[in-house]
């Protein structure tokens, strides 16, 4: 009797092969010749660091893979039929894609969703599980355009992204109470996701925590709609995001990482220019107004 966890297995199993066959490459023997010690200066030695280095990677990607396995067959049924198979590990990757959750915790009481800001990543926000007592488990959402999903095309709209939030973790947020937090464009994203669930679904998050942001219906905001962000120049985006912080300054002066978090920004800010024209609209109604 086949379980769904097994698509998974064979994915990590593929992933490990090509660690595998990537052993040899002489970018990962130029990067490790940096920083492993070495007896003799020879291109085969450094090439057996190598192998060493990704033997212990691959030993931990393994039981990583098992851990995550284990976990995920003890909370699934058995299945026997093709489409429910298909549907069970299309639910576990698209988790997998979109959320980061460094430390599970099955028994947690809550869940704390966090949205990072524009051009930001999940790497800050993931960490908070280590900060919150085990009756909280934090999930943090991954954009598109970045981190594992660089190769995807960035989101065209702010409709596009909460739907995809939705979908995902609808299961996970009717399973216990949650919580969302979001910082700056995270912030109107989250508001704009629990917004959606509470119309949609009936849920609500027990408390929406935001920073760096002005109320959905303030006039504040209005000015944002006239900035052309084709038209902004690189140089003064990349002021603005020295000036608001939350990238080391190391990076940021990075040529290859500096071109991408710019690009990234200024993706995050056109999505963000499309929540604002909808909060126009519906802010006309009343509808936001009552419900924030």
């Keep these: 009797m086949r379980k769904p966890w097994l698509d998974l297995y064979v994915l990590k199993m593929r992933l490990i092969k090509s660690l595998l066959v990537n052993c040899n490459s002489p970018s990962n023997v130029s990067v490790l010749k940096q920083e492993l010690p070495c007896p003799k200066e020879t291109e085969n030695c450094h090439k057996t ?5 990704l033997n212990e990677e691959l ?11 284990n976990q995920w067959s003890h909370s699934l049924p058995s299945v026997t039929h093709g489409s429910q198979l298909g549907m069970a590990t299309t639910e576990f990757l698209g988790m997998e894609k979109l959320i980061v959750c460094v430390h599970k915790r099955q028994n947690a009481l809550c869940r704390l969703i966090c949205f990072p800001w524009a051009g930001g990543g999940t790497s800050l926000l993931a960490q908070w599980g280590k900060r919150l007592s085990n009756s909280i ?4 959402v991954r954009y598109p355009g970045r981190e594992t999903r660089l190769n995807e ?58 920073s760096g942001a002005h109320a959905p219906n303030s006039e504040a905001i209005l000015p944002i709609k006239s900035i052309s962000v084709s038209d902004a120049k690189d140089e003064e985006v990349f ?9 080391p300054s190391v990076l940021l002066h990075n040529e290859d990482v500096r071109k991408n978090l710019l690009l990234t920004f200024k993706e995050d800010f056109r999505v963000f220019q499309t929540f604002s024209l909808l909060i126009s609209a519906d802010h006309a109604s009343g509808s936001l107004h009552s419900a924030y």
Excluded at 137 to 140: D, I, L, N, Q, S
Aim: charged fraction near 25%; aromatic fraction near 12%; glycine fraction near 6%.
């Design 59 to 69: 030993l931990r990607s393994i039981q990583e893979s098992e851990r995550e396995i």
């Design 49 to 53: 660091a190598a192998k060493k280095a």
């Design 137 to 140: 488990e934090v999930f943090c």
């Design 239 to 247: 002021e603005y995001l020295q000036t608001v912080g939350g990238t």
């Design 153 to 210: 095309p960035f989101a065209k709209d702010m409709t596009s992204m909460v739907n995809e939030v939705t979908s995902v973790l609808l299961k996970e947020l009717q399973e216990k109470p949650f919580a969302f937090f979001g910082h700056s464009f995270g912030a109107y994203l989250s508001f704009a996701v629990a917004l959606h669930l509470k119309e949609k679904y009936g849920l609500e998050p027990v408390h929406l925590f935001v």
